[in-house]
């Protein structure tokens, strides 16, 4: 772990923060007892302070696993909700309350509740990407590192509504052969990456693999050479015999890559406008002042109601027996 020193500004800050940033939140995790879970597309110092690093999966198992008092969720909304759902009597903290998701915005739980109306008799495979009130109303959840492996158990005449990632879904369909209705969400950052643009970069690259997450639109994935999960990303890499990665998904996941392959190079996948949004905006609100903010306050806090906490808690429970 660094031991950055940050210099604060008397201006913008006075006097809330301490100047060691690292050594503060190493002291309040003893305080509180508390643990921080964080995703791979927070920001490199946030990776570096976390006491677990994982994708969607690998976290909601850090969660139902830990038996510290007090959660500090560095990634989104749902990501600490999941926690929450799992952990009714802890502390869960999420460094700031308007990380949310473009994805799991697209599918509002009324609008959701038609779509299941009009198709009945069937299973609900949901995403983790999705609010409580969607895996309230979900048969079971999956991640993008278990949902193949999570259709392949239902049997095969057992008609499937997944949601709400249409890209995800998609690739689903073509992995295990089954149909299923979509719903048609997808995610503002993996649907950026430029198909032209990765291209010419392979051509400018030729030993260069590309690895993409399966949110990524169908013109992306069907240039890739391996395709997964944040986790599954990672591993692939320091596998591969290749020295170069075109890495097409939120570049935050290059700091672990980096970390455990020093020695080799891992390109971001260039968006289709000249900007930076194959940055996640709502990862990235996070911060590591935020985070030790929030544990010195012990706020902001997730909270919800308890009846949908139960419905939800279901989905999710079955998603860990069936991913296990
Ligand atoms: P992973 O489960 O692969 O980490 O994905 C999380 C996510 O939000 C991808 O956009
Ligand atoms: Fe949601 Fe996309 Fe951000 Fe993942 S990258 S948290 S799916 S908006």
Redesign the pocket.
């Known amino acids: 772990m660094f031991t950055t020193v940050r210099s604060v500004s008397e201006k913008t800050q006075p006097g809330a923060l301490p100047l060691d940033l690292f050594a503060a939140i190493e002291s309040l995790k003893k305080s509180l007892n508390a643990v921080v879970l964080a995703?791979?597309?927070q920001e490199p110092d946030i990776q570096d302070v976390a006491d677990y690093i994982?994708?969607?999966?690998q976290l909601a198992s850090a969660a139902a696993q830990t038996d510290a008092s007090v959660i500090v969720f560095a990634g989104?909304h749902f990501m600490a909700e999941t926690a929450k759902i799992l952990n009714p009597n802890k502390l869960v903290l999420l460094p700031d309350l308007d990380a949310g998701?473009s994805?799991a915005d697209t599918c509002p739980p009324s609008e959701f509740a038609a779509f299941k109306q009009a198709h009945p008799g069937h299973l609900v495979i949901s995403y983790?990407?999705c609010s409580a009130e969607i895996k309230a109303m979900s048969d079971i959840i999956c991640?993008?590192?278990n949902a193949v492996k999570i259709v392949q158990q239902i049997p095969p005449d057992q008609p499937i509504i997944f949601a709400p990632d249409r890209n995800l879904g998609r690739y689903v369909m073509q992995q295990t052969g089954r149909d299923m209705v979509l719903w048609q969400g997808s995610?503002i950052?993996?649907e950026t990456f430029s198909e032209k643009k990765i291209v010419q970069l392979r051509i400018t690259h030729p030993e260069s693999e590309i690895i993409a997450?399966p949110?990524c639109e169908e013109p992306v994935l069907r240039h890739a050479n391996y395709i997964g999960?944040?986790?599954?990303l990672l591993k692939y890499c320091q596998e591969s015999s290749s020295q170069e990665f075109i890495v097409a998904?939120?570049p935050g996941i290059i700091h672990q890559m980096q970390k455990a392959a020093p020695h080799k190079a891992f390109i971001p996948a260039p968006p289709e406008n000249n900007c930076n949004c194959n940055e996640?905006p709502f990862m990235r609100l996070n911060t590591l002042e935020k985070l030790y903010l929030a544990m010195k306050n012990q706020a902001p806090e997730i909270t919800m109601d308890e009846e949908i906490r139960v419905k939800a808690w279901r989905p999710i429970q079955r998603m860990l027996e069936m991913s296990a």
């Open positions: 995703h791979y597309y994982g994708d969607s999966l989104v998701c994805l983790i990407n991640t993008s590192s995610c950052v993996h997450h949110e999960s944040t986790a599954a998904t939120e996640c």
